[in-house]
């Protein structure tokens, strides 16, 4: 990573403008490796300098990875006029300009998210040409069938212009609650691919994305930042069953 001018990278990383962090540096109330910063140009490595504004060192990293229990509720969107966002729910100290969540959950879709300002990644882990699962666990109405499992795997044709289904897979866990496998994320998708097969979704939660599976410490509406480690797993590829299906 370049170094960078303080006061950009500074309102890069927050929801500061810039102004007010030249303001700040005017007041001495920023500093870099213990000295205070005299201009707001001076430039920043951000792997090597500690940054402190108003005694709280920041903790400085160009872009910015959270994964979150999306409670039910949550509009997974940035903004939204009558209901709170999953970005809403992001905690001060993590908040920054430019976050967004990586897909989309319905509404009452509880389960894992991914909340970044990472435009690149979103695309990567949300393309089904990079072939990165999502898996949710889907309580039915009624009984999962192997006749369900069938037709997913073989494509579920959607009423519209989507088309069918890419193949997914789905497993039965106990009698009304099936683990479901997805490698595209079209609307309502595993909703209207179970009412394709006569049964209704009365609860849904993302368990994994790729192969990271949602942290169960993280209480609903809590998030937390990915390790380096869960960055690469999350982004990990399965084939899965659309091999030699064109993508
Ligand atoms: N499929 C759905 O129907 N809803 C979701 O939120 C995610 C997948």
New binding site residues.
Partial sequence: MKPERLDKALAGQSTWSRREVRDWIRQGLVTVDGIPVKSPEQKLDWEQHRVVVAGKELSLRPRLYLMMNKPAGVVSATRDDGCPTVVDLVPPQLRRRGLFPAG???KD?TGMMVITDDGALAHRILSPKSHVPKT?LARLDRPVTAEMAERFAAGIPLAGEEGACLPAALETVEETLARVV?WE?MY?????MFAACGAR?VE?H?VAMGALPLDSGLAPGECRELTPEELVLLQARDEGPSVGKGL
Avoid: A
Avoid at 188 to 192: A, E, G, L, T, V
């Fill in positions: 989309r959950l319905d879709t949710y997805l994320g309502h998708q595993i909703k209207r979704v849904l993302r």
